[in-house]
Each structure stands twice: as C-alpha cells, then as structure tokens.
C-alpha cells in the first residue's frame, strides 16, 4: 500500500470515483512472497480478497482537506549541523528560530584547536559561519534555552520554549570583560572540564560568540542571599540586569530539525582505565581544550604536575565494547587520534606516542594522509580487545597492563594517557525524541525513516535530524547532512497550502463518557474538553472532541476508548471487523490439513 495505493487511487479519481472507496488486498507481501505452495497460496489469495471485499461494503466517501501551512522553521542545537542547516533556510527566504541550550554557538567543534584532516584552524573556519547566524535579518537565536513543548503537526507545529536568563542585557554589553575582574568567586570552569576556574559571571573562554558573559546563579554570591553588586558597580555600560527572569515563549513554526550533538561516553564507569581516579588519565575532549590556545593551558600540552609527558598512550575504542547498546564505530576516533599525534610531536619532537588499537577506521578520500605522515615514527600496538586493558598509577607514572594480539600479556609505563570514547546521543536528546514522538537505537541516537532512503526524515511527519543527532560523523558530513534536511522542508513547504489526509478520529457525543484516557494519550494534543448546553446555557454534559488539523489519525485514542466512542474515519469498527470476520469464517479451510482423496488400491489393501 505505501508504494501502490496512491496509483490506484489516481484510477479511481480520473474515473470519477472517490479515491477512498477502495482496499487493497496484499497479494505481493502477504501471500506470493513469503507462501511457497501454489495451492495454498491461492486459497489464502482469495481470502485476502473476500476479506477487503466484505470491508469495501462499508467504505464512505472521504476527501482530503487544504490546510494553510507555515513555512518558518525550528532547528534544535546550534553546533556546525544546527548553524547549516539555519543559514540555509534563512538564505532562502524562511524564519528560522535556533534554540542552543548552552551560553554560546559552535557546539563541540568550537572546543576544538584544529580539524582532521587537514589541521585547519577551527575558530578561524567557523566563525564567519556563527556570525552570519548571529546577525542574520531572518534568524531568532535562543541561547541557554530549550524546547519545553511541542504539539501538532506538519506545517503547523506550535513550540514552547524555556528561556534561562543571562542577567547580561546583550544589546548594551561590549564583552569587555571589565565584570569577570571584579567578581570575587572562583569555580572550576566546567566548559574546560574543571582544569581552571571561573568566575561567576563568564564567558567560557575567549572567542566564543556571542561575546556577552552570564551570569551562574548557583555559585553568584546574591543567590546565597549575600549583598554583592561588584559587577554592576563596574560595568560601564549598565549591561548586568539582577532582575532578568525565565521566560517562557511560543513559536509557531512549521517543520523542525533536530541537531542536537553528541557527547562521549563517560569512561568514569569503566573503571579499568583509571579515569576520574589516575590525574593524567583525560578524555579526547579535554585532551582538545589542552591543545587549544584558548583552553586552560594556552595550548600548551602538560600534565597536571605542569610537566611535559615525554611517553604518551591513546587508547582507542574505549567504551565500544562494553556493551550491546554502544557496540558501533564511531568513525572519528582513529582520525582525531593521528591528528593529536601530529600536534604532540610538533610540540614536543622528543616524545613518544603509542597508539592501542584494535582495528583502524580511516574512511574518506583524504584521511590516509594523517596516517602516512606518522607511519613508522610512533608505535602501534595492535591489542585483543580495548576491554583488557588495564590502566594503573606506578609512582610517578601510569603503567598500561594489556594484551598484544600477537604477543600475549605487556606492560607499558606512560606519563599521560588519552582515551578515545565512543560517541553517545547528547544529553537531553531523549527528551526532545519524547516531546516528538522519535524512536531512538544504539548510543540514544534518534532513528532515521530509513536508513539509506530516508536518512534525515523520522517517523513523525514534518521532523527531521542532521548531524550527530543521527549517529556518530564529522563536521562535513554533519554539515551535508542539515544541507539535506534544510532542502528537504524547503520542498516540502514550496506552496503555502497543504493537503491533510482525511483519516482522523471522530467522537461520538451520544456514547462519550467524559472519562478524558484519549487526551491522556494523544501523542499530538489533538484532542480537547468540550461542554454541551442548550439554548439557555445550562450545560448538557461533556465530551471529548477532535481537532481534525492536528490529528494524525493514528488511532490511539480509538485504541483507548473504553467506551468504544472514538471511531478513525476509514478504519472504523465495523469496517475492521467485517475485514477480520470474513477471514476468520475462511481460517478453518486455509489452516485444515489438504484433502488426501480417496486411497489407492494399493494404500487400501494395505490398511
């Protein structure tokens, strides 16, 4: 049906007949393909038939309605898929409102010092891009907020957002830092993961955009109850607003795209690598802030100690392996490993780096280079499993246990090690797959409609991913893929009407019970409390009541009924049961054992 049944429907409308007054009998999946026994298969062939026969006799005429649709947009997560896929819609003509739950833009990529594989600077490659965003005439970006609600449907989606205050008024401030000199409150700057301090009122670290501090309500002196307006006294331009509230707003948008990110697994639970525990034990994003020239050591790359490591290990996959849902490659890791091997040497020539791998993943047309220029400079030890390996504190050193896939046990004493975790679903993008209604696999990445047909369209119309909220990619494939989807809702909303299909749910006032289980469940909010009175007010009762824009037609609440009031227009009761009794009066004859006959002669003399 979902390839075939707009065909026959095209017949039936260009022979003056209503599309809907048709079922289609399932012949091609249901019976040829998976019944081997010709007899067999046309015995249940025809039942299928009767079937959709005796169900036909019950259709109604229906007709699809035009709706008007707004073409404006709402793109979750303002990393490099966020930004693209924003730019390209508003270059196209289309509002687009942005919602980045952090104080800045760039996602991820803007921690980074330089990109594999060819090192470019990130800061420099980005920045043109997030100020075009920041400045763009058709673009409203939501900083330190998220997306609290959404309901209805395709071309008309209402979004509720909950907006943090910054207590920063960003038209008045100039990001000259004067606040961050006078706050007398030092943190650990988790933007830095916790290797230098803030204050309360920052900005995470140069460069990022918009350059207009915030303010940390939890660790700022006034939310103790304390009296403290140092900041205020001392900006210059009247920027720091202590009465700055959460606000709550609604957009109303009509397709949205989600590129939420990702995050690493938190190697913390695998307690074999030491990390948490040994202090030179760092992710691969922390190692990316100590390369940085705006991170905690100005890009200079040393231990905690403040020496410089002269054995250095990376350890690949780590996390891969610990279990069914994080069992995928993530396709960076071996790229961002060479490029750290690159750096470290060029910082430090006299260091040794040695790589734990299990198996290389270097896809791409221009990834082999990396890899050639460290070939036979550094040591690549090729282990059973990343699961074996075993990372203890020896002194001064961190000593390596694991198991050479051609030599057995080793040991390996380092100064510093690097893990490279697998890639997970950023935080909250499990609630942004509830709000939506997206199913999510592996790693909590959002599902794709299909995998190779359909990469960025999902199971609800009008949503679509980019980026790593589909899975684990780089920044150009991360890019192309918000390309894909920003075309994908510029087609869809190329008109300013669209036809909405007629199958939706209808109450029936005489039998509803007011019980309200069907509001509970309607995944879209299609449904509302209705009052009945008469002429002179007094009410009557109360009924549930469907609005037919928003629902989707799919049949939950029909499901949910206890008292059988909620019919689907086209998959009505009586036309599903009439379907399912006429196979049933048939289910004796296709399941009964076939007809031997009469025996032989020779079979009776036997018996």
């Not at 399912?580 to 296709?590: T, W």
Request: with cysteine; glycine share 8%; proline share 6%.
């Amino acid at each position: 049906p979902k390839e075939h049944e707009h065909t026959f429907g095209k017949v039936l409308t260009a022979t003056g007949l209503n599309p809907f007054l048709m079922q289609m009998a399932n012949i091609r999946e249901q019976v040829a393909w998976v019944t081997n026994n010709p007899t067999e298969a046309t015995a249940k062939a025809i039942a299928y038939v009767r079937a959709a026969a005796s169900r036909l006799a019950l259709h109604e005429p229906l007709a699809k309605k035009e709706i008007d649709c707004n073409p404006d947009a709402l793109v979750i997560g303002a990393g490099p898929a966020g930004m693209e896929a924003a730019l390209m819609l508003a270059q196209a003509g289309r509002k687009v409102c942005i919602v980045e739950k952090n104080p800045f833009i760039g996602g991820k990529a803007v921690l980074y010092e330089e990109v594999f594989p060819n090192l470019e600077c990130a800061t420099c490659m980005l920045e043109p891009r997030m100020d075009e965003l920041l400045h763009h005439e058709k673009i409203e970006l939501f900083t330190l907020s998220e997306v609290q609600g959404i309901i209805g449907f395709v071309g008309n989606f209402t979004v509720t957002i909950r907006k943090n205050p910054r207590f920063v008024v960003e038209d008045k401030c100039i990001g000259c830092g004067a606040c961050f000199e006078a706050c007398p409150v030092s943190v650990p700057n988790e933007f830095n993961f916790g290797f230098n301090h803030r204050k309360a009122i920052f900005t995470p670290f140069a460069g990022v955009l918009p350059n207009v501090p915030v303010i940390d309500r939890q660790n700022c002196l006034r939310a103790r109850g304390e009296e403290c307006n140092l900041c205020r006294e001392t900006c210059p331009f009247e920027a720091i607003n202590y009465d700055d509230k959460e606000l709550t707003v609604e957009r109303q948008v009509g397709a949205i795209i989600v590129a939420t990110g990702f995050d690493l697994l938190d190697p913390a639970a695998l307690s074999a690598y030491g990390y948490g525990k040994i202090p030179d034990v760092f992710t691969s994003l922390e190692f990316e802030r100590l390369l940085s020239s705006t991170g905690p050591t100005e890009g200079k790359i040393v231990r905690r100690n403040g020496k410089k490591p002269e054995l250095v290990a990376i350890i690949h996959c780590v996390g891969r392996q610990s279990g069914k849902d994080s069992d995928y490659c993530s396709a960076v890791c071996c790229h961002y490993a060479l490029k750290f091997n690159h750096l470290i040497k060029k910082q430090l020539p006299r260091a040794r780096v040695f790589h734990l791998f299990t198996d290389w993943c270097l896809p791409g047309k221009n990834n082999q280079s990396l890899f050639a220029g460290v070939k036979g400079k550094n040591r690549f030890i090729r282990v059973s499993s990343p699961r074996r390996i075993r990372v203890k504190r020896e002194r001064d050193q961190i000593a390596l246990a694991y198991e050479d896939a051609a030599e057995g046990k080793k040991r390996l004493p380092v100064d510093m090690v690097v893990l490279c975790p697998t890639m997970v679903a950023s935080k909250g993008t499990a609630e942004i797959a509830k709000v939506l209604s997206l199913p999510y696999g592996k790693g909590g990445f959002l599902s794709e409609s299909h995998a190779k047909l359909a990469p960025v369209a999902t199971a609800t119309e009008g949503v679509f991913i980019a980026g790593c909220a589909q899975g684990p990619k780089d920044i150009p494939e991360a890019v192309a893929q918000a390309s894909g989807a920003a075309s994908k809702v510029l087609v869809m909303f190329s008109h300013d009407e669209m036809l909405r299909e007629p199958v939706v749910a209808r109450v029936n006032e005489n039998t509803c019970i007011a019980c309200w289980y069907c509001l509970e469940v309607c995944p879209y909010k299609a449904l509302s409390k209705k009052e009945i009175r008469d002429r002179k007010g007094n009410l009557i009762k109360r009924v549930a009541e469907v609005n037919p824009s928003i629902c989707t037609g799919c049949g939950t609440c029909a499901a949910t009924c206890f008292s059988n009031s909620v019919d689907l227009d086209g998959f009505t009761d009586e036309q599903l049961y009439s379907e399912i009794n006429s196979l049933m009066a048939v289910g004796q004859d296709l399941f009964a054992e076939p007809d031997k006959g009469e025996p032989a002669e020779g079979e009776a003399r036997a018996a």
